[in-house]
């Protein structure tokens, strides 16, 4: 892999005396799609402010292509794009001028560039209209356009599928496959929606309470997280057959309910299970094989999932 | 400084697509024509007013006042004479007396109808005729006894009014302004009261009569002799300076302080530059001011007025409304560092604050110049050391409204400061505005209640402001002591000021500068 463009050394933010992001450290390369996971609260959006220079670095560093922020700002942030939280435009001025005045404040973008920029978004038939009349996912797609107007070497994205329709978030995805896969632009994407994620994602870090417990690519994520497959056996006795089981499965019972249990084990060893059930008199009303998700690992890392959206 | 530009373009933008600039433009400019408007109306009605003043119905009316007066003393004398007749000797002397004094009265009052002359008015004509009867008042005493009784001294007094008597009568004879003045020359050289310093003064005063109205014309045009009292107003601040007492305070009288005499050497000096350049003329009546001036200045005042409410509203709400917004994050995203953000909100401020400032003068000017003539504007006169100088009236107007932009860029930076700080775009205009208006009475409160007293009260702000009244002073033209008037005792000198504002500048500036610098933007 070639060298990192965006680089986060052991940051850490305070709000007050409380330590909102406590020692993170990341690295993004050039042509990925890296995933910011976290629960609501972790940290996600204080980091990515802290790149974008909205909030001062308390502790640690960031080097955007190779250049610290803290020695030179303005070249640094010159090759980084992003969307904070929902995008915020003037909304008495149109679409157009606020492209205009944003692509001022960089180098070497051209009216064409702009044009090109819309059309890719798709808001050339409303882009001379006042921002106030934009939809939310409107609003979403002109601020896609403006954080990849001056062709930044570090796209930021925080939820930006929010009030998006399922059409538009697949637009959207396949916008930022290409300007990571085929432009080599490194895309830095933040989110809770982890079924998203999984669908875009090359490589995961997962945030929890201002940690990060992990980077990992995103399927050998999900295969550490769970050995990947289980079977689920209906029945309405589940404790029961937990505890038969666990004299000749011990390590294999995942989970169990009132109305299942579930099972972590080979294909071939279903019939004998099944058997052993059957014979202890706790009746089975059928069979599923499951797969794990990325939610499930998420779950399974941060250790519960009550705060997960 | 590229960075820079564009982020001045910006926010130009951003300003001109703002409401509130073109609401505050449009009543400025609507006020300003509405000001004028109103100043011109007033000066109609008093023109009209004047012209029924002056009119020949007003010169009967004068006419038949003296002939209603001479007919009085002649009814009065004839009563007189019948209650003498009835009286007895003791009592008949004084009737006889004043049986005199209305002769003299009489004979007064017959020779100015003859002449036509208006007894009561300021004109030089009346007032021989007024010392004229005086004279032969004090020749009464003299009647009766004869001249071989009376010692040197009274034949001297005697001889001495006869001969003023006859100057007076000749000078209204010949209507001769100059004879007049060389006369009241005359009887100060001979005035015995008088130190020579005091005498020079009067002399220059006559000088000044003459050089200014050689044939008396202004003097006897009206009842009212503007001239008269100018110079008598220049007199004062003469005699002011030469017994170096303070004859300006109200009832009490101190020695003039060195600054005082000062002000009052540049007061003496316009009051003579303008005297000579005929500007009493045209300040000739009841309200002692040139209302193209009350126009102007209002104007003025009321555009300043505007344009701090613009500024304030601006400023106030420059970087609190786009936190609120969140279109802040356009502008933190951008490769700008943060000061540079700041200084270009500030300086595109007070770029929409220079060119309402622009607009002003412009409107202002056209409306003056419409309505009053646009060669009409008053210059605006002033001394350096005791000499005058002139500032051509489109210059001083400018450069009034230069100094009214000083004041507008204080309240602009801690509005500016306020919005940086409580990132609240109510409490930013609504606290500016509340000091704005309440500033001064704060400050009347301050200076009355002596809490601060003495060499303090020139630390309170508002005493720092209204640089533009306190440089270019209200000019009364009619009242002689004009430099003096309206200077407020407690205001420190201008150049204190400006240190001070620009001391003040720049804390407020750093303070805003440094919180943005700052602070994160959550």
Known sequence: MS???????????????????????????????FGFLGPNGAGKTTTIKMIMGFLAVDEGEIMINGINIRSDYESAMSSIGGIVENPEMYKDLSGQLNLEMYARLHDGVTPERIKEVVELVGMQNRIKDKVKKYSLGMKQRIGVAQSILHKPKVLILDEPTNGLDPSGIKELRDIFKKLAHEEGVAVFVSSHLLSEMQL?????????????????????????ATGGVFYRFMTKQAQQAAEILKVDYPEKVRNF??????????????????RKLALAGIPIFGVNKLESSLEDAFISITGGGNSIA | ?????????????KISRKLVVIIVMGVMVLGLFGYG???????????????VDMSGSEQDWRKDEMRNMLDNFKSEKANLQDEMDK??????????FQIKSLDVQIEIYEYAVEKDIYLYSGGYTAVSLRNMMDLKFSLINYEGIPVEEMNDIQRAEKKRTEDEISKYEEIIEKSDYRMYIDFQNEIIDSDTSMTEEEKQIMRESNDLRVKIDPTGEISASSDYDPLSSYITGIENIKKSLLHNIDYTGYGSIKPLTPSGRQELENSLAVQIYKLEKGDFERSNNYMQVELSDVAMTGMLGFGTFM?????????????????????????????????????????????????????????????????????????????INGKAHELSFYIYRMAYIGLEFVDVLVYLVFAYMLSIITRNTAVSVGVSIAIYFGGNLVNLFLSATEIFSGEWLKFIPFNNMSLADRIFKVQMNNIGISGLFGLNLNAPSSMFSVVYLVVMLICFGYIALDSFNRRDIK
Do not use: W
């Not at chain 1, 680089?7 to 709000?15: A, H, P, R, T």
């Not at chain 1, 940690?211 to 295969?223: E, S, T």
């Not at chain 2, 400084?1 to 933008?13: D, G, T």
């Open chain 2, 87 to 96: 009286a007895d000797e003791e009592m008949k002397k004084q009737y006889e």
């Open chain 1, 257 to 274: 309910t009132a109305d299942y249990i579930e099972l972590e084990i080979e294909e071939q060893e279903v019939p004998e299970v099944n």
């Open chain 1, 3 to 33: 060298e990192a463009v965006l680089e986060v050394k052991n940051l850490v933010k305070y709000f007050g005396k409380r330590k909102i992001i406590d020692n993170v450290s990341f690295e993004v390369f050039p042509g990925e799609i």
């Open chain 2, 37 to 51: 408007g109103i100043i011109k109306l007033t000066e109609l009605a008093q023109k009209r007013y004047d012209q």
């Open chain 2, 307 to 383: 344009m701090i409410c613009m500024v304030l509203i601006l400023a106030g709400g420059a970087i609190s409304q786009e936190i609120s917004t969140g279109s802040i994050k356009s502008l933190i995203i951008s490769p700008v560092k943060r000061y540079k953000i700041f200084f270009a909100k500030l300086t595109s401020i007070i770029t929409a604050g220079v060119a309402t400032a622009v607009v002003l003068y412009i409107v202002s000017i056209l409306v003056h110049g419409i309505l009053f003539g646009f060669a009409n504007g008053s210059d605006y006169i002033y001394a």
């Open chain 2, 1 to 13: 400084m590229r960075k820079f530009k564009a982020l001045y373009i910006n926010e130009m933008i």
């Open chain 1, 200 to 224: 875009m994602c090359d490589r995961v870090g997962i945030i929890h309470n201002g940690k990060l417990l992990g980077v990992k690519p995103i399927k050998k994520l999900m295969d550490e």
